[in-house]
């Protein structure tokens, strides 16, 4: 058969990350870690085995998809309206904040100001991705209410960053008309989204008593709804997922059905990370050193001391600092925006690679670093 080196190649990958993990977490470290090391063990960058880079891309791809889908049903936008409700205004604030902050820093080292832009959005954006994980790892020590905030703030600044995005990616092709037809994928699919929305509870309850069809369902409607909104209206394709899943209504069925798609969400996840390692090239990123060190100084400076003081102006959440720290990353969209640029050739490969390094290196740093944050302190911060 054809497909047994590539099949071959995704076991191995797999038990190599089972491996990778269980050495990360000896060392106090989280798996995500491991996963990123192996990811760069298996690049075309450094010397060994040489993993499939498409296959390794679509896997990942898949899992980011499902894990998107099922974030979005997980959210409640009126419960968060409800109970974090400064978080409306507190993510916008801060995106706007860290992009400005960011570009001013990069042009000031000779980057044109719309790349300079992009740049300074690819910095404010967090990872979904890592944020999940954040919430979801049993070494973790923050609360249901800073979870909620977390992913809540996430949701709100990839919203933001979408709009932000359309404006500048539009001055970057430098085609006015991007713009329109760019709004009317977005509201078409919106409406398709919400009709699917309204449709797909009702079929899902007449499977339900029948699991395998159920789970193919579950699984099957969170990749159409996002292939269709990426194919058809344009919509990139972690965005679509999550709008899928966003416009879901909450209920027992849907539950049932975000239940079916956590193994697989959990499994793909992990070529997530492994994709992220397989990218980075040493080589470039020695050249581009500086830049990794200016990237994750303005994640720093510029994204967490504002998320930090917002937040706690807000009141938002019950630990703060420890909502800071989790968001301190940059992650999935943070991509899109870094392809349009090297393919515009509005950046130089070390800059590009150095931004890639500045995702790896952020998340492991910030599912460390938001374990340590002094839980009674920030308690205490929060409600002096």
Known sequence: MESAPSVLELGALLVAAVAAGWLARRVGLPAVVGYLVLGLAVSPFTPG???????????ADVG???????VGI???LWRLRREHGQIIWAAPVQVVTTTAISAAVVMALGIDLVPAVVLGLAIA?????AIVNITRSRRRTTDPPTERAMLGWSVVQDVTGVILAAIV?????????????ALIGFAAFAAVAIVTAL??????RQVRQQPDLFLLLSVGSGLVIAGVGAVVFGVPLALAAFIGGLVITEDPVSRDARRQLLPFRDLFAVLFFVAIGALIDPGNLAAGASWLALFVGLIVAAKVLPAYVLARVGRIGTRPLQLAVGLGQVGEFSFVLAALL????????????ALIAAVAVSIGVSTIIVRMVPVAADTQTAAG
Not at 49 to 59: F, W
Not at 175 to 181: I, K, P, Q
Not at 199 to 204: F, Q, S
């Open 74 to 76: 997980e959210v409640d």
């Open 125 to 129: 954006l967090s990872s979904s991705v």
């Open 199 to 204: 449709l797909l509870p009702r079929i899902l």
């Open 342 to 353: 090297i393919a515009a050739g509005a950046i130089t490969s070390p800059v590009y690679v």
């Open 64 to 70: 980011v998809v499902l894990l998107l889908f099922e």
């Open 169 to 181: 990616i539009v001055a970057l092709r430098g085609r006015s008309e991007t713009l329109v037809s």
């Open 49 to 59: 085995y040489v993993a499939d880079r498409h296959q390794l891309q679509l896997l």
